[in-house]
């Protein structure tokens, strides 16, 4: 990626969110919008002379924070509407930002590359985004990424592939144990579903035949999982970059709670996790895409390693992997020491902004200083989102732990 200054695009549209979260089919454009706050995020991703575009201005006090690091920007562009599906949306009526990219000739880095993104591009005359939103569906799509992972002969959990009949037809007479069933279109462990013991397996049948609609599942079998390692490769024309290691944090229905930065500690399945991601990163980039690929693997306690699935966009931890990187390393596409940063999303009752989690923080939040701290986002949802930074594993562990506290979710 070009050392020049980037325009970060930080937009969240999902062309389909009622696959992804069924309950959005009764509100489906108020849901969808509801993601505009998350372009917070790319306030810590962008360098000190990039411009960004964001759905409002952040406080001053929380940019002096970032800048102390190297982030939060140069220019920050706000729509002047506010009425569309996305920001992408809003950013197509605004004028003044419209003349703004016109003029860009730099790189531009969006969050993901969806017709919402493809149409901008026209409308501004510029160069297509990155790849093309079909390629980008794709490979975002569990059951081609299964086939992925049969072109390249790559180890593959077993796995039944088929509608919501079909699925639950299968679990009644389910006879290896436990099972996950996983929606095609899933995003950070929506539409995955587990069932360790019969009576679940019945009760998981009856609430996947009662979604119909639902698209393609996934079924496999629930295997004894001693890891779930993440790897986030940047493609451009000039190769492919491994820029983030980390081991997901996954709560008992394996929805994501955070990351820890962390290389796998044995030599040989760290290997193993860079050979399988590189070969499907190469194969993203064989198909035109370009940009930031996150690829999710599981280790089990047998020692086996098995890529899951694939996010063609910017991974939910990609933010702060690129501030953690670029505060340590002074280059977000180069890692930083293995151990001491992580990211954590915990729920909460509050909807909170940047500076009001920081106060309820207290001498826990970062210090521009020391460079150690929790640093949340400032999306304003209900939710604690934040860069955790420690002077060693146990003191991370120590700010995880009070992350969790302040957000109510213990």
Known sequence: MAPDPVLHLPSVYFPESWRVWPG????????????????????????????LILHK?????????????????ATR?????????????????????????????????????????????????????????????LLNDKVFFQRLLEDLDLPRVETVTGNSDAVAARLRRWDRGGAIVRGA?????SRTYVADSREKLGALADAIERKGKG??????????????PNLQFYID???????????????KGFGHTGNLFDAVDEEDIRMTL???????????????????????????????????????????????????????????????????????????????????WIALLGDDAFNTSSKVGVLPYDTGTEELSALIMGRDTEDRERMVNKAREVSGDC
């Open 24 to 51: 959005a089919a009764k509100n489906y454009r108020k849901f969808v919008s509801s993601f505009k706050p998350l372009a917070a995020r790319a306030l810590l991703m962008s360098g000190a002379d990039d411009t």
């Open 57 to 73: 201005l952040p406080d001053e006090r929380y940019l002096e924070i970032l800048r102390a690091c190297g982030a939060g920007g």
């Open 77 to 137: 562009l706000v729509p002047s509407h506010r009425s569309g599906s996305c920001l992408a949306e809003d950013i197509m009526q605004s004028q003044r930002i419209m003349e703004y990219i016109r003029a860009w000739r730099g790189h531009v880095e969006p969050y993901m590359v969806t017709r919402m993104e493809e149409q901008l591009a026209q409308s501004a005359g510029l160069a297509p985004f990155s790849a093309a939103p079909g390629v980008v569906e």
């Open 185 to 189: 279109k899933g995003v950070g462990g």
């Open 215 to 228: 698209g393609l599942y996934l079924l496999a079998p629930l295997l004894d999982i001693k890891a779930s």
């Open 237 to 251: 024309d000039a190769g492919i970059t491994l820029f983030g290691e980390t081991v997901q944090i996954m709560d």
């Open 274 to 356: 860079r050979g399988q991601g590189t070969a499907l990163a190469r194969e993203a980039a064989g198909l035109d895409y370009r940009g930031v690929v996150g690829i999710d693997f599981i280790v089990t306690a047998e020692g086996r390693v098995h890529a899951v699935e694939m996010n063609a966009r910017h991974n939910t931890s990609t933010h702060a992997i690129w501030f953690l990187n670029r505060l340590v390393t002074g280059d977000p596409m180069l890692m930083a020491e293995s151990g001491l940063g992580g990211f954590v999303r915990f729920k909460s009752a509050k909807s909170l902004s940047a500076m009001e």
